[in-house]
C-alpha cells in the first residue's frame, strides 16, 4: 500500500555546497559492500537509508576486510568540520559493533560509549517514581491505575485488535500532523512518499522504516503475537515514524541532492551514535508539536505508559550487564510493570542480553529522550524551534547535540 502526501513547503537553507568528495564516496562504497557481504552471508541490515547518489560497492571477501578499512577510514578522517566529526564518530561504531558481530568480547560501558554514544546511565528511583505517577495521572480519567487489578479493564478499553485500524490510526491522519510540523518550522518536503506493509516478526519494534533512493520509504507494521498496539499508539508512532523519521531522512535526501550535506551522511546506520539523536527525534517530536492540550487523551496515556515501560526495562537491561541473574532483572521488571506479559518482558531481556545490536540500540529511546526533555526544559518556543529544525537539518552524534543545546541558553 503506498501512500503520498503533499504538504506544500520546500527545503531552502543557506548552506555551501558540499562536493563530493574521495572520502565520502569510498565510505558509501565501504558502507555498501559491507551490507552486501553481510546479505550474502545471512549477517544483519547494516544499511537503514541510503540516500546518496554516489554509484557503486566496495566487494569484501570477509569481515575483516570490512573491519580493516572501516577503521582505516576512521582513522583517516578529514577533521575539522562537524560532518567530519559525525562521521568519524559512525565508522568508529561500525568498528566496535563489527568487532562485536566477530565474537569480540567488548567491556558494556566501553561498548555503549563507542557505538551508542554515551554510557550506561540507570533512572533513579525519583525518576521512575516521577514517570509512575504521570501515567496514572494519564489513566485517572479512565478510571485506571497501574496495577494487576486494573490489567483486564486497560486491556479491554484500550488495546486495538484489527489491524487495518492500527495502520489507519498511523497513517491516516498524518497529513494533518505533518502541517503541524510546518508550522512548527521544520522543512517538510512537498512530497512525501512511502509504502506501508504488514510483516510479523518475532522483535521488539512495533514499526520499522527504511529505505533508498532506488527502492522508496517502506513502513513495516509489526502484527507478531508479541505485539501489542493501545488506542493511543497509532498517533504516536505517526509521530515518530512519519513525522519523525520518514521527514528527517526525506530532509536529508533534498539536502544531499542540493550539495549542502555530505553524500557519506546519507548512508545510515542504527549501530552508531547517530542513533541517539534520530531516536531521539522521534520520541520527542510531540514535544515541538504543542503542549498537552494538543494531544487525544488516550495518546497522553499511551506516551506516558511507553516511556515508564521502557525506563524500567532500561535499568533491567543495564542490570543484565552488570552480571545480575536473569531471574533478578526478569523479577525487577516484572514488579514494576503489572500491565506486560512476563513472556514478553523475558524475550525483551533475551534479545537485549544476546544481540549485538539490541545491546546498545534498545538504550537509545530512554537514553535520548531525557537528554533532550532535560535540554529544551524551559527553552522558549522559538528556542525550541531552532533546536528541532538543527535536529532534523544537521548530522549530530550526542556530544554535539548537547553542545548545541548548551549554546541555545
Known sequence: MSRSVDIGSSISLSRPPVSISRQAQRIVRTYRGWQDFERTHGGPEIIDFDLSSVQGSTPFNSRMEVLSELQALRDGMDEGSSEAEFLQARLNGSVFYLRALMGQQIPFSEYLKNTLGVGPEPFSRDEIGLARREVNERLAPFDLEMKADFRKRFETYFLLRNREEIRDGIVGDQKAWLRRLCSAGIPVPSQLHFAVEFTEVDAYWSNWISGSLSTGITLSINIHPRKKYDRGRPLALCL????????????????????????ACGVTTVHSPEMFVSEGLGQTVPDLLGGNETFPKEFLASRSLQYYTLIILHNAHLMTYEGAPIETALGYACDYLPFSDSDNIESELRDRGTNALFRAYQLSYTSAERTIRQLIQGFTVRQKQRFFLEMYTRPMTPMQLVRFGAELR
Do not use: F, R, T, Y
Request: proline share 0%; hydrophobic share 40%; net charge negative.
Open 240 to 263: 515518530h515514524e512519519i513525522c519523525g523519521h520518514a521527514v528527517h531522512m526525506s530532509i536529508w535526501k533534498e539536502l544531499i541532492a542540493q550539495e549542502k550535506l555530505d553524500q
